[in-house]
């Protein structure tokens, strides 16, 4: 809805103020007078300009134009102050509320009226004195209203530019919010599915093993529930330290509360000989790795073995972990089929993405042996 009120009230003050000029008899700026000027005449041509300023917001040029022919009509019958003031509010209005290109015109024409002005005062005066007071009698008419609307305009433009930069930024903020959101679900997705496909599918086919063990083996049975019990505390231990890093809201699944570290490697191997796998496993060089590389390391190895006990099981499976040049080198080789490790749905883009965490390089694929996972972490971040 438009704002009408302001304005309407400001241009019945304005033909107020003139109506009460005209009932004192206030003595026009000029007495030249082309054409007899009754009060009435003076009073219609104020009122016709104070309706002019009522389309201030739909056509103030088109207003500012059609109230030239009255200006000129009450300097026919010697100006009066009224409409000198009543055209002034159509000036500032056209400059402040007119299209850009518009206010520039007026502007334009503002100037070119003082030129004119000044050169007629030099032509028609006989000193330079004289001069001076016409171009100061006269030029201030128009030009304050137009500078007054112009500054009034530049601090508009002003406001609304710093409106729309902080929109601006509250649209980056809030887009930084949901990637930050985003960023950490799908952290929390990959600790869960290390945990899940971890611990969990181990314990599920470890049991399925032990339902198929004669029972005449008790040792191997007891070795089989070992890893079971192993994998189950390990997973409650992870669960809770994620439990208790959402409940407190501060730091992140990779933080101190997360236990999985490659020194735990041979809980690892041990629970993959359990489900059926022949792992040789070799560690080297891996005391007092950054916190986030020792995650990373441990969770890729993890998905890898789960991979193939999952989709290789009964397979020959060798884990390489060495310190090399300033990077961490991780190679699991498995002699199943190939194509067995295509069906494990997200354990190889899980693996990408805690490499990737950590800015290092991972590749998974057939190899001459049978599928071969490796991996390069950079000890320092670049």
């Known amino acids: 809805m438009r704002s009408w009120r302001t304005p309407m009230w400001h241009a019945v003050l304005g033909v107020g103020f003139g109506a009460l ?14 054409i007899p000027g009754p009060d009435w005449a003076r009073l219609l041509v104020l009122v016709a300009l104070g309706a002019l300023q009522l389309l201030w917001d739909r056509a103030p040029i088109t207003a500012l134009l059609a109230g030239l022919p009255l200006l000129g009509l009450d300097a026919a019958m010697g100006v009066s102050l009224a409409a000198l003031l009543g055209f002034g509010d159509l000036l500032y209005l056209a400059v402040l509320h007119g299209s850009r290109r518009g206010s520039r015109a007026v502007l334009a024409a503002v100037w070119v009226f003082g030129c004119c002005v000044a050169v007629v005062a030099l032509v028609v005066s006989d000193t330079l ?3 001076v007071l016409i171009v100061l009698g006269v030029c201030p008419l128009p030009v304050l209203p137009v500078w007054w609307a112009l500054n009034v305009r530049q601090q508009r433009e002003i406001a609304e530019a710093e409106r729309a930069r902080a929109d601006q930024l509250a649209q980056i903020a809030e887009l930084d919010r949901a990637a930050a959101v985003y960023a950490e679900r799908a952290s929390m997705a990959r600790d869960l599915h290390d945990v899940i496909a971890g611990h969990l599918s181990a314990i599920a086919i470890q049991s399925e093993a032990l339902l198929t063990l004669p029972d005449s083996d008790p040792a191997r049975v007891r070795g089989v529930l070992r890893s079971v019990r192993e994998n ?12 208790g890093l959402l409940r407190s809201g501060e730091g992140h699944p990779d933080g101190p509360l997360a236990p999985a570290r490659l020194r735990e490697l041979d809980a690892l191997v041990r629970s993959a000989r359990a489900a059926g796998l022949a792992v040789s496993c070799t560690v080297d060089g891996v005391d007092d790795l950054p916190a986030a590389v020792d995650l990373s390391a441990y969770r890729i190895v993890q998905e890898a073995l789960t991979n193939a006990v999952k989709h290789a099981p009964g397979s020959q499976v060798s884990v390489c972990v060495r310190r090399e040049r300033g990077m961490l080198e991780i190679e699991v080789r498995s002699d199943g089929r190939p194509a067995a ?14 490499a990737d965490a950590v800015g290092g390089v991972l590749k998974a694929g057939p190899c001459a042996e049978g599928w071969r996972v490796r991996t390069s972490l950079p000890l320092e971040r670049r």
Do not use: K, N, Q
Request: glycine letters at 6%; charged letters at 15%; zero cysteines.
């Open 341 to 354: 490790h295509h069906a494990g749905g997200t354990g190889l883009i899980s693996m990408a993405e805690r």
């Open 21 to 34: 000029l005209l009932a004192i008899d206030f003595p026009p700026v000029s007495e030249h007078a082309f």
């Open 129 to 131: 004195r004289d001069s």
């Open 232 to 243: 189950s505390v390990a997973s409650l231990s992870e669960m809770h330290a994620m439990i």
